[in-house]
């Protein structure tokens, strides 16, 4: 298994422009979780999905973003419009059942917003 | 308010050193802790996990115990090398959740 798949690897973007970050999760994990790790907060659970569907958002920090889960094998997280304090690392995560199986995550996402 | 503390000073030994790094929490009823290994560039890797009815898990070199009484958990690597060094975090369930909660870790420095 190539593990947790995240697109793109760096992210350069302008402020007021919309991003969409991409994740592929291991085949057969049920679980989906986004995080954003940054070095004064840590890594911070934004949002995540049982089965494809969002259980708990209440993470995500505004608005301007939102995420989506179509199907098993793909989720997305967009920001709309991104701003500077956006910039962070952005994790995708996956695992079977909850936690007691350990989380696999992705390489991450750097998004830089000028 | 819940809290998860590390240390966030790094800690620097000598290889063939055991290492230990502390997880202590407040507010927290946790029914599993975990340990995870970051390195520079990369997502954080699972290493180990533990339940709030066990005081102790081995694996290879790595040791973790947990004490709910203290609410802390001691993470050892025996016989430290240069390649253990990284970021370790620790992660946190609450009973009832389905969630982690990560403390912001602390790196680790192993000299040859």
């Known amino acids: 298994d190539a593990g947790v798949i995240q697109s793109p690897r760096h992210e350069v973007t302008e402020m007021g422009q919309e991003v969409t970050l991409r994740c592929k999760p291991i085949s057969g994990h049920d679980y989906l979780f986004w995080y954003r790790q940054t070095m004064m907060r840590g890594l911070e659970l934004l949002i995540y999905f049982n089965n494809n569907v969002p259980i708990d958002d209440s993470g995500m920090p505004e608005d301007r973003f939102s995420a989506k889960m179509p199907n098993a094998s793909f989720s997305t997280l967009k920001i709309q419009p991104s701003e500077p304090r956006d910039s962070a690392v952005y994790f995708c995560?996956?695992?079977?059942?909850?936690?007691?199986?350990?989380?696999?995550f992705g390489s991450g996402t750097r998004l830089t917003v000028v | 308010s819940q809290k998860i503390e590390q240390n966030s000073e790094a800690l620097n030994i000598q290889e063939g050193k055991t290492a230990t790094l502390t997880c202590n929490y407040t507010n927290y009823s946790p029914a599993y802790l975990q340990w995870y290994r970051q390195d520079p560039g990369r997502g954080p890797v699972f290493l180990l996990l533990i339940r709030e009815n066990e005081k102790e898990k081995r694996k290879e070199r790595l040791k973790v115990t947990f004490d709910t009484t203290l609410k802390q958990s001691l993470f050892h690597i025996t016989a430290s090398q240069p390649a253990d060094s990284a970021t370790y975090l620790c992660a946190l369930m609450n009973s009832g959740y389905s969630t982690l909660t990560f403390g912001k870790g602390t790196m680790l420095l192993v000299s040859p």
């Open positions: 995560a996956s695992s079977f059942r909850t936690a007691p199986y350990g989380y696999t």
